[in-house]
């Protein structure tokens, strides 16, 4: 049986006890103790898995093991775009969702994906936080999935990885480069030709000549996909963060846990952007060695060209006008993601792993 026909038997089995009464929450037990499903398409030795790993040995301190998280990694449970879903039909209690599979559950969380807005992950992420709780319109989303934001995952501001050096924007143009999301509009706006691929295809195909470089990945994930090894040149294109994902729970089974089960669950919760930023520049500081070491010459788009680029690109109008048909008030969502971004960017005193890379 193959993966897809799998993962629909299971879906239509789960379905089947939930209408029975006979699932309760993924393991728990008669004593009220959880064993909490966890599935990610993030391998188990990302910075994003390292930090649920931290998050999940808090959660079960402070619950004195009355509270457990089993993960599976890769895929393996269910696919990074049925992420959330599985949280909903019995397969996983907690899930990774990435903002690149959640146009259609969680419209207004890609707001996050917009490019030019910030280059401090550490706000990007408290932007992710602080809608979820500050603005109705991004919160609805969540709400009516069932779902609750625990916190987001770290992933730091978007890298080109080429093979042929690149002086502005302009260079850019005709060459195809792996890429995904909103940062495709980007790259189209330089006449790039964005080619869709997984993260893991991209070694060979920049070995092979398939594409003459890469994006939508960030410094920290380099070494993860053997990159550092194939990337005679890596330019910050100023785009800065341009993708996230974020930890979510089915909202009733949190509901239904006993009170200090959830406040241990929002106490961990609240260290997850620390912990997060602490791995990633642990994966960043390893992937930037190895970059030098291969003698990776790495440089940036001057400010006025990346003020040009800026200005040619339409992502921020395109988004409000597409999920303003929706029925969204799309355009107060982006409003108070840019107040918040500026509020943030006053006391935020971190800095992206690129820019401390080059400037290493």
């Not at 195809?176 to 080619?195: D, H, Q």
Request: glycine share 6%.
């Amino acid at each position: 049986m193959n993966l897809q026909n799998r993962n629909k038997k299971v879906v239509r089995v789960a379905a089947f006890l939930a209408a029975s009464g006979l699932l309760t929450a993924c393991g728990q037990d008669s004593n009220t103790n959880y064993t909490l499903h966890y599935t990610t398409y993030s391998n188990a030795t990302s910075d994003q898995s390292k930090t649920v790993q931290r998050w999940a040995k808090e959660v079960e301190k402070l619950t004195n093991g009355g509270v457990q998280v089993e993960f599976h990694y890769s895929q393996s449970l269910a696919g990074a775009d049925e992420a959330l879903q599985a949280t909903l039909d019995g397969r996983a209690d907690l899930a990774q969702v990435g903002s690149f599979y959640a146009s259609s559950d969680l419209s207004m969380f890609t707001v996050i994906e917009l490019p030019f807005e910030t280059q401090n992950p550490e706000v990007h992420m408290t932007a992710i936080e602080r809608l979820y709780r500050e603005n109705e319109v991004y919160r609805k989303d969540f709400d009516q999935q069932g779902v609750k934001l625990l916190y987001p995952l770290p992933l730091g501001s978007v890298v080109l990885g080429l093979k042929q050096p690149a002086k502005a924007p302009e260079d850019l143009a005709s060459r195809s480069i792996r890429s995904g999301g909103l940062t495709s509009e980007v790259l189209m706006s330089a006449g790039v030709n964005p080619v869709a691929m997984t993260a893991t295809d991209i070694y060979e195909s920049m070995e092979r000549g398939i594409v003459d470089g890469y994006s939508a990945l960030a410094v920290a994930n380099l070494s993860t996909f053997g990159l550092t090894r194939v990337t005679p040149y890596l330019v910050n294109p100023g785009i800065g963060a341009y993708s996230s994902s974020i930890v979510v729970i089915n909202a009733k089974l949190f509901e239904s846990m006993p009170d200090e089960y959830k406040k241990a669950i929002e106490k961990a919760s609240s260290h997850g952007i620390s912990i997060g930023l602490e791995e990633m520049d642990a994966a960043a500081s390893l992937a930037c060695t190895e970059l030098k070491q291969e003698g990776t010459e790495l440089t940036e788009f001057s400010v006025e060209d990346v003020m040009a680029w800026k200005q040619q690109v339409n992502v921020d109008s395109d988004w409000v006008s597409r999920y303003s048909k929706q029925g969204y008030d799309a355009q107060s969502v982006l409003d108070d993601y840019r107040k918040i971004i500026a509020d943030e960017e006053t006391t935020s005193t971190y800095s992206d792993p690129v820019i401390t890379c080059m400037g290493g």
